[in-house]
């Protein structure tokens, strides 16, 4: 396909050698030729990952919105900027174009700056998957306000956590959400989340499933009848290159997630190439991404890597089975997808159905297959490339991460011999190195250890908010002078990268990232509870499921049990969200440690997944004989 940006393999290594070579050199051209800027940088680079520190095109001076709104109206104004497909199939699907995009973030950025809000303010948004969403985030980047975005599934403990951690003075949200049949009550956790979070000065509510909801006065507005009276003219606040564009936060080893901060050129520029040219996007292709936008991907991949190249991009309100399982493709048929994104739990869970319903639709549109967030199974991976890819589309198996803020290890459709279960090789400008034990090195092919990057690539987070000692900790003390992921990964015979899963204490379930710290702190909380450990264990669609092992302080009885099981997850939906409530509860006397007192987490994943036939060396623990009667009570 020779018209691909990318066209061949030989010309992928060519742009790739460069970008290594010069980065700075490589990075300065894809900065000019793609972008508008209200200044130019005085430096590419400035790096030390000692302190640690970076910082990408100082000195220049931008708004992301001019480039992914402004610049697009002269030739782009009536393309379809975002393609809002309802959770109702029967609701019609609405198309707003870079015109009324512009229109419509100007009118919420009008609206947030009568409210008080400026430049480097924090803004929580807790909106599903409408419109209002993406409007949102790109009216606060207007201004120049920083945006966190809360994942609207999320507990009002975790909500509140979040507000209060980078101090929003507002919170835009909505009353509820559509998913499939049911709705959800948004307004109800965010009053809970409220009661403590006693920074927050406005809630501007989005109404989209019209319950009756209570507004607290002087605190609570409706967003519509602000928006209907706001100017649709907004100037664009000047940004620094390194102002802070957003705060997502992420799982971590402790109970606090981090915050991490992502910042505005390098960001800009690396999601936006990567987006173009990991996907092969081309002018006039329909792409969509089926995650949230209260993930990075959905940052990233339907927001601002998109709209910076005037791309079309789907943003999906519902979920893959309703009205069925056929959902996801039926989109596909009726808007003609190019490029499709989703993750590895999504194609188990429809896989699961057969290719009957997939037959019904006419995927001829699609070009490309992407799959994140977590390893792709070879079984899954197969059935993604024969039922909708059709044996000709290519799938990008694309690792990256919250922090990594775009896409850093996948193949380049049409250019990368694809591998099952590989992400491939290192996108441009990313230079991957695996680590051993010891953190050295591990030069050549055929060899395994722990996934670090070398040197700065553009979109990296720059710190977790207010918390430089934790960045630098969890991700530049593991190895002297690299970015330490927390992933396992294998280089193999001709230098493909597979990443083999988390080396840390996160739990990858579902494509959502957990820390079993707040998890057990969770349970922990339960009268009963003594003590509790997590791990993951292998599930036919989420990948891995949890697991979790509790000890009691008064041993009951098997009735009492059962009540408990059922306490424990409400206590996780409550403080976290229904995502990481655990599959398999077991009930035990003890949990192996070590004489220092730290939990075997190793032993206890080996019990889960049902594998005790070498656990090792066991006769060093504080209480050996704990081992056998967990995997008698297993078994
Ligand atoms: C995992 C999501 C294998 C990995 C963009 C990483 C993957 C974590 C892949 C980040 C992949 C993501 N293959 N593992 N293609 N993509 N992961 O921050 O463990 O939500 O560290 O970012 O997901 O998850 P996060």
């Not at 230079?431 to 990057?453: D, S």
């Not at 979109?459 to 991700?475: F, G």
């Amino acid at each position: 396909m020779s018209n691909y940006h990318i066209k061949h393999l030989e010309e992928y290594y060519q742009i790739y050698r460069k970008s290594i070579r010069e980065p700075e050199n490589f990075w300065e051209e894809v900065a000019e030729e793609h972008f508008v800027w209200r200044k130019k940088w005085d430096k590419v680079l400035s790096w030390d990952f000692s302190k640690p520190e970076i910082k990408w095109f100082e000195g220049a001076k931008l708004n992301i919105t001019e480039n992914c709104i402004d610049r697009h109206l002269v030739t782009r104004g009536n393309k379809t900027a975002i393609l809002f497909e309802p959770n109702n199939p029967d609701e019609p699907a609405e198309h707003i174009s870079y015109n009324e995009l512009h229109e419509r973030v100007n009118q919420m950025a009008n609206v947030l700056k009568d409210h008080g809000i400026k430049k480097g303010d924090r803004v929580c948004i807790y909106v599903p998957m409408i419109p209002e969403l993406a409007i949102s985030i790109l009216a606060c980047a207007r201004i120049g306000a920083i945006h966190s975005v809360v994942f609207a599934g999320f507990s009002s403990t975790a909500l509140s956590t979040r507000i209060n951690d980078s101090d929003c003075k507002m919170v835009i949200a909505a009353d509820g959400s559509y998913r499939g049949a049911k709705t959800i009550d948004l307004k109800g956790i965010v009053d809970e989340a409220l009661e403590s979070c006693p920074g927050v000065e406005s809630v501007l509510m989005v109404k989209r499933i019209n319950s009756d909801i209570k507004m607290k006065k002087g605190r609570d507005k409706w967003l519509q009848p602000l928006l209907d009276e706001a100017s649709t003219q907004c100037p664009a606040e000047i940004m620094d290159a390194e102002d802070p564009l957003f705060i997502l936060y992420t799982s971590g080893s402790t109970g606090k997630p981090k915050g991490m901060v992502h910042t505005t050129a390098g960001y800009m520029v690396y999601t936006a190439y990567s987006f173009k040219n990991a996907f092969q996007y081309r002018e006039n292709d329909v792409y969509w991404c089926t995650a949230d936008i209260g993930w990075i991907t959905g940052h990233s991949y339907i927001v601002y890597g998109p709209l910076a190249n005037g791309a079309t991009t789907v943003l999906f309100e519902g979920i893959p089975s309703y009205p069925d399982f056929g959902r996801f493709w039926d989109i596909i048929d009726k808007h003609k997808v190019n490029q499709f994104y989703t993750a590895p739990t999504a194609i188990r869970a429809l896989a699961k159905q057969g290719s009957e319903l997939v037959e019904k639709f006419d995927l001829s549109s699609i070009k490309v297959l992407g799959s994140v967030g977590e390893p792709i199974n070879e079984e899954a991976w197969h059935w993604y490339n024969d039922n909708i890819g059709k044996n000709k589309s290519p799938i990008i198996d694309t690792w990256w991460q919250t922090e990594t803020g775009a896409i850093m290890i996948t193949p380049i459709p049409y250019v990368t011999p694809t591998k099952p279960t590989y992400a491939t090789l290192p996108f441009i400008g990313v230079q991957p190195a695996i680590v051993n034990e010891a953190g050295e090195e591990l030069k050549g092919n055929q060899v395994e250890g722990r996934l670090c990057i070398k040197f700065p690539w553009p979109s990296m987070a720059r710190t977790i908010w207010r918390d430089h000692k934790r960045y630098k900790e969890t991700y530049f003390s593991t190895v002297k002078n690299m970015y330490f992921t927390g992933d396992g990964a294998l280089r193999d015979e001709v230098g493909y990268y597979r990443i083999t899963g988390r080396v840390d204490d996160v739990i990858i379930v579902s494509g959502h990232n957990l820390g079993t710290a707040p998890i057990e702190d969770a349970i922990n909380e339960h009268p009963a509870v003594a003590e509790s450990a997590i791990v993951g264990f292998p599930h036919e669609i989420k990948g891995t499921a949890l697991y979790g092992y509790v000890t009691l302080k008064d041993a009951g009885e098997g009735r009492i049990h059962d009540n408990v099981r059922k306490e424990i997850n409400q206590l996780i939906t409550e403080r976290i969200g229904p995502i990481a409530k655990l599959d398999k509860i077991q009930f035990t006397q003890g949990l192996p440690k070590t004489r220092s007192g730290k939990i075997m987490r190793r032993i206890l994943r080996k019990i889960a997944e049902r594998d005790t036939s070498n656990l090792g060396d066991i006769s060093t623990l504080l209480n050996p004989e704990c081992v056998q009667d967990i995997i008698d009570e297993a078994l």
